[in-house]
């Protein structure tokens, strides 16, 4: 009979199989702390790739900004960086060389944006002043997408009138009216958080100004604006509805600013004034980047120029940057050409004053820095110069066809293409910046008035017939014939020079274009030989 075996499997076995289990065991604690500290850096990084302006815009808790209800703007997409050369500083030779993006796209423009300097003086951006780069422009882009609009760039109606493709950026569609917005959010988000701590304070009626109390109280900046006792009761209330403290004192403009740097040396305010610093010029800059998105194969691109040229040369950085073929024009007033004089001097001119503030707003400015001037001489194909009748009549077609209700700062580039002042853009794709649309309504009613007059569409003439009954008749009968419209008609009997038992008829029509006018006038001479009419 034999002996049973040991019920035990045998040592070796159980040494072999303990083995095998360790192994495993440390195989899935492995595969378990990497997944573990991968998360931790994919956390890292998503904290370091979000703006702190979308944590301060985006959030649900905060109000929605700018009429954006639950939707985030596209965002400016770096990835097309790698089909362009990087580049030294615009007023160097350009080194280029091939770059490829091989990590996340927003690395790329935090690198860009950690270039930007940060201000340290708390009266002046003056330290911020050096050439921008195409980096820069992409950061600001990449920074303000949640603070401002990013308007549209529409064809326009005017484009078989004046044969061209021509399209409209409308920058008026920004919440405070005005392009400034992207150059003063940039430049507040800027700011050292002491700064932003302390405050700003401004000293203008301008858009500038207006910007800079809807962004810094966005911001949770203290903002103060000074204006002199002058302005528009229209405009302090604007700056008071957007959250500054609105101080009215002096009698002038002068006064105003002397009154806000003392208070901004008194408690540590920085006094912020609109200046050509690299921050400021970047973030304007955007407008130039946006339109060669929106528009393929443009030709030329019109921008407003006069003394404050940030916008203009701003832009031009950009767009000669993605395209070097792209025509980047100017256009200021013939009344006072900064802008012309100082690139011919070679250096920003003081001496032109503009006696209309009103009219012309902020280009009617001094020319306020050297940076933005030698951007402009490097980079701008053309500076022309326009009338202030030409002005009006492009507000009164902007109005018309667009049913854009813009100032004279906004109309004035279009004003090139309606005074015929680039007869070589006929035929191409011309993009025309409207950069503001804040009008006063009083002024809107004379400017409106008075293009219409300019534009042959209301005129006005007197003549004299006799005090009888049925000839006051005829002559509405005439006017009829002619499809005239009569605004308005007056009768002078007393201190009439004629024939005695005669009235002097003032009469204001309005008519279809110069055509129809010169058929009226024709009509009327022929049945009342001494009509006249009064000239523009």
């Known amino acids: 009979m034999t002996t049973p075996g040991p019920l035990l499997p045998p040592y070796g076995v159980v040494v072999g199989v303990l083995l095998r289990l360790i192994v495993y065991l440390v195989a899935v604690?492995?595969?378990?702390?990497?997944?573990?500290?991968?998360?931790?850096?994919?956390?890292?990084?998503?904290?370091?790739?979000?703006?702190?302006?979308?944590?301060?815009?985006?959030?649900?808790?905060?109000?929605?900004?700018?009429?954006?209800?639950?939707?985030?703007?596209?965002?400016?997409?770096?990835?097309?960086?790698?089909?362009?050369?990087?580049e030294d500083y615009l007023n160097g030779d350009v080194k280029t060389w091939e770059m490829k993006i091989v990590s996340r796209n927003e690395e790329l423009l935090r690198d860009a944006l950690s270039c930007i300097p940060q201000p340290s003086s708390?009266?002046?951006?003056?330290?911020?002043?050096?050439?921008?780069?195409?980096?820069?422009?992409?950061?600001?882009?990449?920074?303000?997408?949640?603070?401002?609009?990013?308007?549209?760039?529409?064809?326009?109606?005017?484009?078989?009138?004046?044969?061209?493709?021509?399209?409209?950026?409308?920058?008026?569609?920004?919440?405070?009216?005005?392009?400034?917005?992207?150059?003063?959010?940039?430049?507040l988000m800027s700011l050292p958080q002491e700064q932003q701590r302390k405050g700003v304070i401004v000293a203008l009626d301008s858009n500038f100004s207006m910007a800079v109390a809807y962004h810094a109280s966005e911001l949770r900046i203290a903002v103060f604006v000074i204006l002199p006792s002058s302005t528009a009761p229209g405009r302090l209330k604007l700056c008071r509805d957007y959250g500054a403290m609105v101080i009215s004192y002096g009698a002038t403009a002068k006064d105003s600013q002397v009154h806000a740097r003392r208070l901004a040396q008194e408690n540590g305010y920085l006094y912020l004034e609109e200046e050509d610093s690299a921050v400021y010029l970047s973030g304007l800059g955007t407008v130039g980047l946006e339109m060669y998105e929106q528009v393929p194969k443009l030709d030329a691109v019109i921008f407003p120029a006069g003394g404050h040229c940030g916008l203009l040369a701003g832009s031009a950085a950009a767009l000669k940057h993605l395209n070097p073929h792209i025509s980047v024009i100017g256009v200021e007033s013939e009344s006072f050409p900064v802008l012309q004089q100082s690139l011919k001097a070679g250096h920003p001119n003081d001496d032109q004053a503009c006696n209309n503030h009103h009219f012309y707003g902020d280009v009617s400015g001094v020319c306020f820095g050297s940076n933005s001037l030698q951007l402009t001489g490097k980079l701008v194909d053309k500076v022309v110069a326009v009338r202030e009748e030409d002005i009006l009549i492009s507000m009164l077609r902007l109005l018309e066809c667009e049913r854009a209700t813009v100032d004279a700062e906004g109309a004035i580039g279009l004003a090139a293409l309606v005074a015929g002042k680039l007869p070589e853009l006929k035929g191409?794709?011309?993009?025309?910046?409207?950069?503001?649309?804040?009008?006063?309504?009083?002024?809107?009613?004379?400017?409106?008035?008075?293009?219409?007059?300019?534009?042959?569409?209301?005129?006005?003439f007197s003549l004299v017939i006799s005090d009888c009954p049925g000839d006051m008749s005829k002559l509405l009968d005439i006017l009829a014939r002619e499809e005239a419209r009569v605004l308005d008609i007056k009768q002078e009997r007393t201190f009439v020079t004629s024939e005695l038992f005669t009235v002097e008829v003032i009469?204001?029509?309005?008519?279809?274009?110069?055509?129809?006018?010169a058929q009226l006038r024709s009509a009327l001479l022929e049945r009342y030989p001494t009509t006249a009419w009064t000239e523009r």
């Not at 850096?41 to 944590?55: E, S």
């Not at 008519?511 to 129809?516: F, L, S, V, W």
């Open 428 to 460: 191409k794709r011309v993009g025309v910046v409207i950069c503001s649309g804040n009008l006063e309504l009083h002024l809107l009613q004379q400017c409106i008035a008075r293009a219409l007059t300019l534009d042959n569409r209301v005129c006005r």
């Open 29 to 86: 604690l492995y595969s378990y702390a990497e997944q573990l500290f991968l998360k931790k850096d994919d956390n890292k990084i998503k904290k370091q790739d979000i703006p702190a302006v979308c944590d301060l815009h985006c959030c649900k808790d905060v109000p929605v900004r700018n009429g954006l209800i639950g939707q985030k703007p596209p965002s400016i997409n770096p990835e097309r960086l790698k089909d362009f050369g990087e």
């Open 507 to 517: 009469c204001t029509v309005e008519t279809r274009d110069k055509i129809h006018t």
């Open 122 to 187: 708390r009266t002046s951006l003056a330290s911020c002043n050096r050439l921008i780069r195409f980096e820069d422009i992409s950061a600001a882009a990449f920074k303000i997408q949640c603070g401002v609009q990013k308007t549209p760039c529409m064809y326009s109606r005017l484009s078989k009138q004046y044969g061209m493709d021509i399209y409209l950026k409308k920058e008026f569609l920004q919440y405070t009216g005005s392009v400034k917005e992207r150059g003063v959010l940039y430049l």
